[in-house]
């Protein structure tokens, strides 16, 4: 029964190709992000939706595109990787978009472009 | 522009001993929410205790506990009797609404737990 599951937890892959990243959470919540964390642990915000609309799209290349099906799911899609997008990518929900909210976090994504 | 600064890139504490961890923010909203997470070697991110700034009372969950002092905007961690199981980084954020309810992160603090 975990609450927020990110799938692969490691990918490893070549500059240039295409890849995705799943998110799913079982918590029942409203609202999901995606953050990236850097070589130096520095975590920053990519995105976030609510009830699968678009509520934050911070300066981040038009390579990602954070896909929500649904309000359980927030797929994180990155074409053309370079070396520098090599990072963990978190994903997280919280019950509903508000700065009082909790957020919970997914295990992590670990990402290697080589 | 918000900014949450931890000056403490490392710290270390014996087990059983009390440490403090430093935060320091910048917002010029008036409502706001402060957020400790721990970041053990699993990577996962878990939330330690949480503070709202409109309650002056320090938030406490166990052994945690928060020194808030809001007109310094300063929000540093306790944690009393230290175990080995609380080697991690530890994360400062801050939350209002002009962050989109996003998260912003100080840079963290490493902590090293000796027996």
């Known amino acids: 029964d975990t609450a927020v599951s990110q799938t692969p937890k490691y990918l490893v892959t070549q500059m240039g190709n295409d890849k995705s990243i799943k998110c799913e959470q079982n918590l029942g919540h409203d609202t999901m992000y995606w953050y990236k964390q850097d070589s130096k642990k520095f975590l920053k915000i990519m995105f976030s939706?609510?009830?699968?609309?678009?509520?934050i799209n911070e300066t981040v290349p038009n390579r990602f595109s954070p896909k929500s099906p649904d309000k359980a799911h927030l797929n994180l899609h990155i074409n053309s990787l370079e070396l520098g997008d090599s990072a963990v990518y978190f994903c997280?929900?919280?019950?509903?978009?508000?700065?009082?909210?909790?957020?919970?976090f997914g295990p992590g994504t670990r990402l290697l472009v080589l | 522009a918000q900014t949450v600064t931890q000056s403490q890139p490392e710290m270390s504490v014996q087990e059983a001993e009390t440490v403090t961890l430093s935060c320091t923010y910048d917002t010029s909203e008036s409502d706001y929410y402060l957020f400790w997470y721990k970041q053990p070697p699993s990577r996962q991110m878990i939330l330690v205790i949480r503070q709202e700034a409109y309650k002056q009372q320090n938030a406490t969950e166990n052994r945690f506990s928060v020194n808030f002092q809001k007109a310094a905007k300063s929000f540093s961690l306790k944690i009393s009797d230290s175990q080995l199981g609380d080697a991690a980084m530890y994360f400062c954020a801050l939350s209002n609404s002009n962050s989109g309810y996003a998260l912003n992160f100080g840079k963290g603090t490493s902590l090293l737990v000796t027996p």
């Open positions: 939706y609510n009830n699968k609309e678009l509520i």
């Open positions: 997280a929900s919280s019950r509903l978009a508000g700065y009082q909210e909790t957020q919970y």
